[in-house]
C-alpha cells in the first residue's frame, strides 16, 4: 500500500495500545479519526494533547455494537485500525454479551462499514489468545500462524481467562472469513502480553498483570511461559502491515518468550524491594509462539530489557509502583 500519509481511522483510540498508534499515526502525519466511547471523558485527554492533535486528530463518539456511530468515524478513511475489545481485568458476569459480542459483532459492525465507505485496507489487532491455546499443537514446534485456539478447549475449561480467548479467536477468524467471502483487504496482527510506558491516565489490564508481580499479588506462580511484547513495537507492527502491499493474513507479534521465574529473577536483581513471588509451580513444556512472520515484513523490536526499564520507571515516576 506504501500510500504515505492519509485519513485512518483508530477504533477504541482511548486504550494503551491504541493511545501509542494514534501517536504514532500523527507523528508521521496521518489524519486520524478516532472512536471513544465518550469524548467527553476526562480519561482520554491525553489524545487531545498528543503531537498534531490539535490538527489532525478528530474523535468520534462511537460504540462497537452501535453500527451508525463507527459508520460515521470510518467514512472517509482509507484505513481502519480495528483495536477496541473488551480486556476485562478479572472475570465478568456474563461472558458471551459482556466479552463475545462486542468483540465479535463489533469486529463485523467495523468491516461492514469499511465495505461500504470503500477503506482499502483494515487492520485487526487479535491476540496470541487466538493462538496458543491449541493442546494438540507439538510443545517443540514454534507457534506460527497456521496455529489457531481451540474453542472447544477453551470452553471446557473454568479458566475465566478463556473467555477472552474464545472471543478474540472467534472475532479474528469472522473477519478473516469475512475478507474471503467479500474481497475486503482485511490483516490480521496477534500480539502476545503488552507491556511498556503508558500514555492514557487509567489502568490496562496488562498492565496490571505486569504490576502484579511486584505487589505481591502472587504468592505462588505457574512457572510458565509469558510471552512479552513492547506497546510501541505493537503500534509500529500496526502500522507496518498497513502500509506494506504484500501483507496479508495474520501476523503474530510475540517476540520475547520469558519462564516467569527468570523473568522474577531479572526484576528482582534490577530492583529490589519489591514483594515478588516466593514459590512456583512447574507446568509441562509450552510452545513459544513465533513472529518470524512479521519478521520477514521488516519488523524490528525492542530488547525485553528496554521494555523492562522503560515500564518500570514510568510505573514507579507515576506512583503506580510503589515499594514494600
Ligand atoms: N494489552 C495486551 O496485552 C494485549 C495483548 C494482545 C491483544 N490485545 C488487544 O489489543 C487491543 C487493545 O487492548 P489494550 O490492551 O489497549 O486494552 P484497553 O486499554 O482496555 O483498550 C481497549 C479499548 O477497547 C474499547 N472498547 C471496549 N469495549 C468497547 C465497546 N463495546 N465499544 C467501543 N469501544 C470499546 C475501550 O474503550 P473504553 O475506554 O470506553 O472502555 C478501550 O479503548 C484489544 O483488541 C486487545 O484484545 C491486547
Request: include cysteine; hydrophobic fraction near 35%; glycine fraction near 6%.
Amino acid at each position: 500500500m506504501e500510500q504515505g500519509e492519509g485519513r485512518v481511522c483508530v477504533t477504541g483510540a482511548g486504550g494503551f495500545v491504541a493511545s501509542w498508534l494514534v501517536k504514532l499515526l500523527l507523528s508521521k502525519g496521518y489524519m486520524v479519526h478516532g472512536t471513544v466511547r465518550n469524548p467527553d471523558d476526562e480519561k482520554n485527554n491525553h489524545l487531545k494533547s498528543l503531537e498534531k492533535a490539535q490538527e489532525n486528530l478528530q474523535l468520534f463518539k462511537a460504540d462497537l455494537l452501535d453500527y451508525d456511530s463507527l459508520y460515521a468515524a470510518i467514512e472517509g478513511c482509507s484505513g481502519v485500525f480495528h483495536v477496541a475489545s473488551p480486556v476485562p481485568p478479572s472475570s465478568v458476569a456474563n461472558p458471551e454479551t459482556e466479552l463475545l459480542e462486542p468483540a465479535v459483532r463489533g469486529t463485523l459492525n467495523v468491516l461492514k462499514a469499511c465495505s461500504e465507505t470503500g477503506v482499502e485496507r483494515v487492520v485487526v489487532v487479535s491476540s496470541t489468545g487466538a493462538v496458543t491455546l491449541n493442546p494438540n499443537w507439538p510443545p517443540n514446534k514454534p507457534m506460527d500462524e497456521d496455529c489457531w485456539t481451540d474453542i472447544d478447549y477453551c470452553r471446557k475449561s473454568k479458566v475465566w481467562l478463556n473467555w477472552y480467548c474464545i472471543a478474540k479467536t472467534t472475532a479474528e477468524r469472522e473477519a478473516l472469513k469475512y475478507a474471503e467471502n467479500t474481497g475486503l483487504d482485511v490483516v490480521t496482527v496477534c500480539p502476545s502480553y503488552v507491556f511498556g510506558p503508558l500514555l492514557q491516565p487509567t489502568m490496562n489490564s496488562s498492565t496490571q498483570v505486569f504490576i502484579d508481580l511486584f505487589n505481591g499479588r502472587f504468592e505462588t506462580v505457574e512457572n510458565s511461559i509469558w510471552t512479552i511484547v513492547d506497546v510501541r513495537d505493537v503500534a509500529e507492527a500496526l502500522l507496518l502491515v498497513y502500509k506494506k502491499k504484500e501483507a496479508s493474513g495474520r501476523y503474530i507479534c510475540a517476540p520475547h518468550p520469558v519462564q516467569i521465574h527468570s523473568l522474577v529473577e531479572k526484576l528482582k536483581s534490577k530492583y529490589p524491594g519489591y514483594n515478588y513471588p516466593k514459590s512456583y509451580i512447574e507446568v509441562d513444556p509450552e510452545a513459544k509462539p513465533s513472529s518470524e512472520k512479521l519478521k520477514r515484513l521488516g519488523w524490528e523490536c525492542r530488547s525485553l530489557e528496554e521494555t523492562i526499564v522503560d515500564s518500570v520507571e514510568y510505573y514507579q515516576e507515576a506512583g503506580i509502583l510503589i515499594k514494600d
